[in-house]
């Protein structure tokens, strides 16, 4: 009879079960791969970026001292920026399956590790989700900023405010800085009889020019923010 019962209990737990999305490994559902497959050796694998990092975007510095050559020659209307990973390897590919894959249920990974940053050094602020583009909403169902953003506030307890909106502009992917900012300039707007809170971390998925970034708090600025930071899961 017992063995009946661990011939039953195992057939479940293979039936049950799938790969982490990584690395191939078999998993259980059973506790956060319930809720996203990844498994825990390929979960406690990812390591926050450390070491000499630019105080303004936190680009990784070389033989500068304190802001990076790129810092030097712009003025961000943002206070700060504070990326994760670096665009590469497996946050790479995660990144992708989340966003290109469809792979929605990555969003409560993506919010864990922004808790864990924000409980440690980001006490006292407002989250803003950086605006999606409608279009590629439609397109897809969902949004994967405003996603984590979910999960932050009703899963983490965390202060969450969607005060901006984005009516138009189109893709930012192939343009450098100087376009970028002319592709957004007043598509990004306040929402009607919302304000600014006084202290802003905004929230985005990947930061390349700085230009959605610095549009977001120079509006945000303009309507009563004192200091506006963004958190963003990578740095490409």
């Not at 405003?146 to 009516?167: A, K």
């Not at 893709?171 to 592709?183: G, W």
């Amino acid at each position: 009879m017992k063995r009946d019962i661990f011939h039953v209990d195992l057939f479940y737990k293979i039936i049950l079960s799938e790969r982490c999305y990584l690395c191939g490994e078999g998993l259980f559902l059973t506790n956060h791969h319930n809720t996203y497959p990844i498994c825990d050796e390929c979960r406690s694998g990812f390591l926050l970026r450390t070491g000499r990092l630019c105080r303004i975007c936190s680009m990784e510095l070389v033989s500068e001292t304190d802001v990076c050559s790129r810092c030097r020659g712009k003025t961000y209307s943002f206070d700060s920026i504070f990326s994760l990973f670096t665009y590469e390897g497996r946050i790479r590919e995660l990144i992708r399956l989340y966003k290109t894959a469809n792979q929605r249920r990555f969003s409560r990974l993506f919010a864990e590790i922004f808790a864990e940053v924000i409980r440690k050094e980001f006490h006292g602020y407002t989250l803003v989700p950086v605006p999606f583009r409608k279009s590629r909403k439609r397109k897809r169902g969902w949004d994967q900023v405003e996603e984590i953003c979910r999960w932050l506030h009703r899963v983490d307890g965390f202060r969450v405010q969607r005060c901006l909106q984005r009516i138009g502009s189109t893709s930012q992917k192939s343009l450098d800085y100087s376009r970028r900012m002319q592709n957004l300039r007043g598509n990004i707007k306040l929402r009607r009889k919302k304000t600014a809170p006084e202290k802003v971390m905004l929230i985005d998925d990947i930061f390349t020019t700085g230009a959605t970034g610095d549009a977001c708090a120079e509006l945000l600025k303009s309507a009563g923010a004192q200091e506006v930071k963004l958190l963003t899961i990578a740095i490409d």
